[in-house]
Structure formats: C-alpha cells, structure tokens
C-alpha cells in the first residue's frame, strides 16, 4: 500500500525567508507526485505535479519541487516566501499508469508566514 | 475553467437524520468522483471511489450503508450519509478526474451533527 509522510506538522517563517517542506513517499512502483496548496476557507489547489522528465518540477506562485527517486522523496521549496503563502499543503502520489486517479495524501503541513 | 461545485458548503443536523451532499462539475465530465473526508488537522482520508453509472467502490471501514454514494451522470455525484451521528461531524471533499487525466477538487461540505 501507498503511503505519503510529511514531517513538518506547523512550520513558521517570517517573509523573504526560504522554504523546503518534506514529503517522502513508500511504493514499490513507479508512482507520480502532487503537492497541493489549501487557503484559509478554500478548496484544494494543485500547486505543482511530477509524472515523468525533468525530476525538478515548477509551479505556480513560484514554487518547485525535485523528486529524487533513490531517496523516495518529493520536497516542495520556494526561495522567499509571502504572508499569503500561509496555507496547509499536502503532499500525495498515486500509482502511474491507468486512469485511476485515487490519491494517497500526506497529513499536511500547516505553514504560517509572519509579516 | 473547470469547476468543482458542492452543495451545501455548511449543514448542521440533528442525529439520526440524513444528509445529501451534492457535488457537481462542471465545464468536464467527471468519469470518476473520489469522496473524501478530512478532521480537523488531519489528512484527507479517501472513502470512495465512484464511476460513472457503477456502483462506488468503498474504501476499507467505511460503511457503504450508511455513506451512500451515487454518480449517475457525469456532472453529478451525491453522498448521503445515513442516519447521522455526532462522530460523522468532518468536513467532505469530493475530487472529480476525468478520461484525459484533468481532476479538481470541490470546495467541500462541513457537516456538524448535533
């Protein structure tokens, strides 16, 4: 079975300052990877994917993410962080191949930003 | 783009009573709806997974009486949950995918159960 950690639980930063958050993965196969970002009141936004390629990955709002196969881990970074950043952010995968889009998600990671 | 709506967005009920969620998509047409529930500070835990016209697939202990789901078109999925009680008090997210791999969220329902 799949499973996703995340080991931050509350992270506190002030702005400008750099973010990594932790996501490590267990399955056996090869799997494709997701981080989502959830605002105060909001509905879950994709923030960036990994299916295949280039194993650093961009997305919005200035984020990016690098898999590395051989450590099993998918960290989400960005250089300056915002107060508007302050949101939870999850981690999932799902195995690739097929047209199942069931994910396996992380317990999050709730970060706040200070102005 | 694509939307994801839920219907309603907050309920608050009385046990034993039941309660429908709607989860409706549009502008793509959701072949597969994924139900979820999430506690406060938690993960996103899957209940269900459901294809369009069959019957969901249910997730290990959840009780597929009492969380009934149903996704008869392609733009509309329904979760009720039977006979509430104070414990199924959590929030639902519904995840629409379609055929080409497109997928979101909705906005979610917070049910409270008194």
């Known amino acids: 079975a799949q499973s996703v950690s995340q080991h931050n639980h509350h992270v506190i930063l002030s702005e400008a300052a750099s973010l990594e958050l932790g996501c490590n993965y267990s399955?056996?196969?090869?799997?494709?990877l997701f981080w989502y970002v959830q605002y105060p009141g909001q509905h879950l936004q994709l923030l960036l994917k990994y299916f295949s390629g280039d194993p650093l990955v961009k997305g919005i709002k200035g984020f990016e993410a690098e898999f590395i196969k051989s450590k099993f881990s998918f960290n989400l970074r960005k250089p300056s962080v915002q107060w508007s950043d302050t949101a939870e952010y999850f981690c999932?995968?799902?195995?690739?191949?097929?047209?199942?889009?069931?994910?396996?998600f992380g317990k999050g990671t709730l970060l706040t930003v200070n102005p | 783009g694509a939307v994801v709506s839920q219907h309603p967005s907050r309920v608050i009920c009385k046990s034993g009573t039941s309660v429908k969620i709607e989860c409706r998509s549009l502008?793509?047409?959701?072949?597969?709806m994924f139900w979820y529930r999430q506690f406060p500070k938690q993960s996103l835990m899957l209940m269900a997974t459901s294809n369009e016209g069959s019957k969901a697939t249910y997730e290990q202990g959840v009780e597929k009486d009492k969380f009934l789901i149903n996704h008869a078109s392609l733009t509309l999925s329904t979760l009720t949950v039977t006979s509430a009680h104070p414990e199924d008090s959590s929030f639902y997210i519904c995840?629409?995918?379609?055929?080409?791999?497109?997928?979101?969220f909705g906005p979610g329902t917070r049910l409270t159960v008194t």
């Open positions: 399955y056996g196969g090869t799997v494709n």
């Open positions: 999932a995968v799902r195995s690739s191949g097929g047209s199942n889009y069931k994910l396996t």
């Open positions: 995840h629409a995918a379609s055929l080409n791999s497109e997928q979101y």
């Open positions: 502008d793509f047409q959701a072949t597969t």
